[in-house]
């Protein structure tokens, strides 16, 4: 008798175009859920364009994309073309810059780039499209999330002075999001790549594919030209006038991002070398992401590691040990 077998089973190219097909499928039409599947689509995408190839991770991305489009649009269903569109192709921008072997900066800013361009250009091309000021349409859509937010906080059970305080407030947080929208896109971007670079990463490790590159991420370090930047745009916070201090902000703000994600290079470092078991670093970046608080000493370490070689001190006591 013989066994039943599913017809994609001996085909890479059907099992490649299935996966990539649910993800897609789930951004298009599971409300809520499908915002996690999208913003894990680069790492899926660039995983199995270093494992299957470029060219046919794309062509499926490209035949499922389309499949699932015309149903969505049949079916009059406000999907989010252009934000699957740009994840796909940023998850293969990223396997391109795999693939030539360049640094894992260039693996992470590029495709960060490229997110943020497709986000600008948005914005100017419905601003051509209405007659309207860019700035008043991002002006717009920030206000119009807010207000989406606190009609959803409102359904909590949260105490009525903090439902009353965001909506008192919400003129002001609108505001001051708006101040920062510029420095939110970039570092938004960025993390969104970064974390689907470690996961594809991770992942292409298990499968025995290792970029040599990619395996002294620990030892990363920011450019000694950012602390100019970041000392410049700290100074400019005292002079009276609102364009300087909008661009000062945003710039400050991304720096300081960047000395971030070198305090977290160094905390990696640190787990690896005193060899910390796989729960207790997870623990601790779990409570990195609910106590914000906490990212200000491990920036204020990246900032330091400019004069102090904290890599180094570890070295040193691992080796004393």
Request: proline share 5%.
């Amino acid at each position: 008798m013989k066994k039943f077998s599913m017809p994609f089973s001996n085909n890479p190219f059907l099992k490649l175009l299935l996966v990539i097909s649910c993800f897609i499928f789930a951004t298009f039409f599971i409300p809520v859920i499908g915002s996690l599947f999208l913003l894990v689509l680069p790492m899926i995408l660039f995983f199995n364009g270093i494992v299957s190839g470029t060219n046919k991770t794309a062509s499926a991305f490209l035949i499922s994309f389309s499949l699932l489009l015309f149903p969505a649009m049949f079916l009059g269903l406000n999907v989010p073309v252009i934000a699957v569109f740009t994840m796909g192709v940023a998850g293969l921008f990223m396997t391109q810059c795999a693939i030539h072997n360049v640094s894992v900066e260039k693996t992470i800013v590029y495709p960060a780039i490229f997110i943020i361009t497709v986000i600008c250009f948005y914005f100017i091309y419905d601003g051509f499209v209405l007659s309207a000021d860019p700035w008043l349409l991002v002006k717009k859509d920030i206000a119009a999330t807010i207000a989406e937010n606190v009609k959803l906080y409102s359904q909590f059970p949260l105490k009525a002075e903090d439902i009353n305080f965001m909506k008192d407030n919400e003129k002001n947080i609108v505001s001051g999001i708006t101040q920062i929208f510029p420095s939110i896109v970039v570092i938004s971007a960025t993390v969104i790549i970064w974390i689907n670079f470690l996961l594809g990463k991770n992942y292409l490790g298990r499968a025995g594919i290792i970029f040599p590159k990619f395996t002294a991420l620990t030892r990363w370090k920011a450019p000694d030209l950012i602390i100019w930047i970041f000392i410049a745009s700290g100074a400019l916070f005292f002079v009276p006038n609102k364009d300087m201090n909008f661009f000062s902000n945003n710039v400050f703000m991304v720096t300081c991002f960047i000395y971030l994600v070198q305090g977290l290079t160094i905390v990696s470092f640190f787990f690896q070398s005193k060899k910390v078991p796989l729960f207790f670093r997870y623990l601790f970046y779990f409570l990195i992401a609910v106590q914000q608080i906490l990212m200000i000493p491990i920036a204020i370490v990246g900032l330091f590691d400019i004069w102090i070689d904290f890599r180094k001190f570890f070295q040193k006591d691992q080796t004393t040990d």
